[in-house]
């Protein structure tokens, strides 16, 4: 049972338009959400990450929605850059991130057009 | 700064031998995590590390075996390779105080033929 779904496999948008990644879960003892980047060839890399206290984080083009009561989380980015295209990983988990075990979504293919 | 660093990149191994994948980090990090990576289904926890000496399973450890000697090394070793256990490999490592993010290393990629 996948307890972090990524529904999207991929998503295609043009530059300087917003991407909205989605990402579902369904242990409600997770507290701490994050979003990683990557590109072909390399390791993930952090983006972004969100408490469950909080319902929103920015960084830059980059900001983080949070719904407790849905169980959804969704990653902006605005404008979307043609450098942006990547696969990005929701990753959740129990405790904050304190010890290193992470949970994470199957991951969605964006690519965006220049 | 090398981060978390993973040897070897690529190899390719019969059914039946076994190999150990090195990781090492530099930044004194307490906790260290293997995953693995098949295609649509994400990273997958195999064995994470607390501190040296300390060590516990994740999702998928059957086939897998880890110790941690140092704080900085956190070799992952397959005793008897098999076909299912051809994937890319990750190691990250992370501070282990406070809401500090995972860094991951560039990857294994291993093939069991």
């Known amino acids: 049972d996948q307890q972090v779904k990524q529904n999207s496999p991929s998503l295609s948008v043009q530059e300087g338009r917003i991407s909205i990644l989605n990402c579902d879960y369904t242990?409600?003892?997770?507290?701490?959400f994050l979003w990683y980047k990557k590109y072909p060839a390399e390791g993930p890399t952090f983006l972004i990450s969100?408490?469950?206290?909080?319902d929103k984080n920015e960084d830059g083009r980059f900001t983080v929605f949070l719904n407790k009561s849905a169980k959804h989380l969704s990653l902006h980015i605005v404008p979307s850059q043609p450098g942006d295209s990547a696969v990005y990983f929701c990753?959740?988990?129990?405790?904050?991130?304190?010890?290193?075990?992470?949970?994470f979504g199957q991951g969605t293919i964006l690519t965006v057009h220049p | 700064n090398a981060g978390v660093t993973q040897t070897p990149k690529f190899q390719v191994l019969k059914t039946g031998q076994s190999m150990t994948l090195q990781c090492a980090q530099d930044m004194n990090h307490e906790y260290m995590s293997w995953y693995r990576q098949d295609p649509g289904m994400g990273l997958r926890l195999i064995h994470y590390s607390v501190g040296a000496g300390i060590t516990d399973q994740g999702e998928v450890p059957n086939g897998y075996n880890v110790s941690r000697s140092t704080t900085e090394d956190f070799p992952l070793r397959l005793l008897s390779a098999a076909p299912s256990q051809t994937s890319v490999y990750f190691c990250?490592?992370?501070?282990?105080?406070?809401?500090?993010?995972?860094?991951f290393g560039d990857g294994t990629r291993l093939s069991i033929l």
């Open positions: 969100i408490s469950s206290i909080k």
């Open positions: 242990n409600s003892m997770f507290d701490y």
């Open positions: 990250a490592s992370n501070p282990g105080q406070g809401n500090q993010p995972q860094h």
């Open positions: 990753a959740a988990s129990e405790g904050g991130t304190s010890y290193g075990k992470l949970t």
